[in-house]
């Protein structure tokens, strides 16, 4: 929200793939959260400011605020833009502990960040894992210092209250709350042969995150061989495309080399040297592996923070040496190919097409659409970046939920889905409001239509199905959603999906 250039007072949210991915205090004063589809946003906050995503934007303004870090330590790790972590043992020793440690690193970012008015707006958190001091970082938003220091070896019971879903895996929280283990602590206590038993290698993974532990245990083998990937620029760049450019080639070859060991990156150095003698570095860590238009987009991120951040933190040169190198690895999980070969050159060459479209416009610029299971049509199918699918080299295309779905509307799906919120009466013979009642039936037959955006006496129904009840996620009452659809076939020849939720009709999608 910093990056936006809104100040704390303004009601503004970020909303990608139609889902709010940050707010600002103003907006959560007004309920709007993290995670509302657009519609429920605006219903929330007719008011709301919406802004698109930009990663690009992102990383630059919080390059500026990484390098004021870098006084305190030299290894600081970016995971992504507005989240950074570095190993406190040497720099808390030197500056006389973890608590002032951590004093002195938000006393620097609130300084930087207060002339924007966004004082206040940063957390620190210190704990024995990442999992535990991130979610510690979150909750010193809200502490006089901002400030939150968990001693050594109470991680497990620190996380202990947080919920299920704290772990970011839904399908796995879904199965754990109905199984009755509602917080991490309840978890945590399950034997490890039991989890790996019924969850697998994910489960497994998951448990160390609720017991305060990293998601992989330190390696204590053998450092593996160099795969450092060089790229020498001459003459030297001082644009950010140019060394874009060039960081495509050696994220390519670095990306090769790993795969052709079986390994993939986890964290990236990214290093760039001048030709006025000057080395910059900057760790940035994902947490499944990076593909090589994800490190590309890293680069890209990091080149743009270093080369038109502000003057004081700018090198005085051009780069003149790029240097990618893979300071953690791990097993690669592979790819399932095709029965009949995997994928043609056509598809390679789609791929590393679209992936330049990216490299040059940002990682949202270009998504495909994944099948997914759902009730209504905006879940079955939904728009994802290119970078997160198989084809961007990413975890994979979604797969398709052949389940029950109560409630989920007959085929075929309606095609069209309005961006914004479409508010509707639909009216009886007799003039009156219909509506659902608790035992799923419409209260009377639909005659009229009345659309809020329009004039005179509305549109005649002349055909009608449903209604269709649906009751999500009746078990968790912060997130249960209780409505109904109901298709309208109306005179003017427009087929409609719409749904009853807490009183109001609203176009749900259209049938084309």
Known sequence: MIATAASADDVVAVIAANRVTATSPAARAEGVEVGLRRRDAQ???????????????????FA?????????????????????????????????????????????IDGALGSSGWFGAVGVGIADGMFAATHAAELATAEPDH?????????????SQFPVSALGRPELADVLQRLGLRHLGEFAALKVDDVVA??????????????????????????????????????????????????????DQLHEQLGAEGLACTRLLVVIETDSGERLERVWRHEGALSSTAI????????????????????????TRLVLIPDE?????????????????????????????QGML?????????????RGPADVVVRVPFVGTDSGGGEGHGVHVTAPWPGRVPSPMPTLLPVDALVLDILDGSGERVWVTGRGALSAE??????????????????????????????????????????????????????????NWSVEAVYD
């Open 43 to 61: 219903r929330r906050c007719p008011g709301l400011q919406i802004v698109d995503p930009d990663p690009d934007r992102d990383a630059r303004v």
């Open 446 to 503: 639909p005659v009229r239509v009345l659309f809020s955006a329009e004039t005179g006496n509305g549109v005649a129904v002349t055909g009608w199905a449903g209604p269709w009840p649906c009751d999500e996620r009746w078990w968790d009452q912060s997130t249960r959603r209780r409505r109904a659809r109901l298709q309208l076939m109306l005179a003017d020849g427009r087929a409609l999906l719409v749904q009853v939720e807490q009183g």
């Open 362 to 374: 940002g990682i949202a610029a270009v998504t495909i659409p994944e099948r997914r299971g759902g």
């Open 198 to 251: 019924r969850f697998g290698v994910d489960g497994r993974l998951a448990h160390r995150l609720a017991r305060g532990l990293d998601e992989r245990p330190p390696e204590v083998g053998p450092p593996p061989r160099s795969f450092d990937a060089i790229a020498t620029l001459d003459p030297p760049a001082e644009r950010v495309d140019i060394a874009a450019f060039v960081a495509r080639t050696a994220a």
């Open 296 to 319: 590309v987009d890293r680069v890209r991120w990091q080149l743009d923070g270093w080369l038109n951040g502000p003057s004081a933190q700018r090198p005085t040169g051009g780069v």
């Open 329 to 357: 690895v791990m097993p690669a999980r592979g790819r399932q190919q095709g029965f009949w070969g995997g994928e043609t050159e056509a598809d390679e060459r789609a791929g590393r097409a679209l992936a330049r479209v």
């Open 64 to 108: 500026s605020i990484a390098a004021l870090v870098d006084r305190f330590t030299p290894r600081v790790e970016m995971s992504s833009p507005g989240s950074l972590a570095f190993p406190t043992i040497g720099p808390s020793r030197y500056f006389g502990g973890d608590e002032a440690l951590a004093r002195l690193v938000a006393a620097d």
């Open 147 to 159: 400030v939150r220091v968990i001693a050594p070896g109470e991680s497990a019971l620190f996380l």
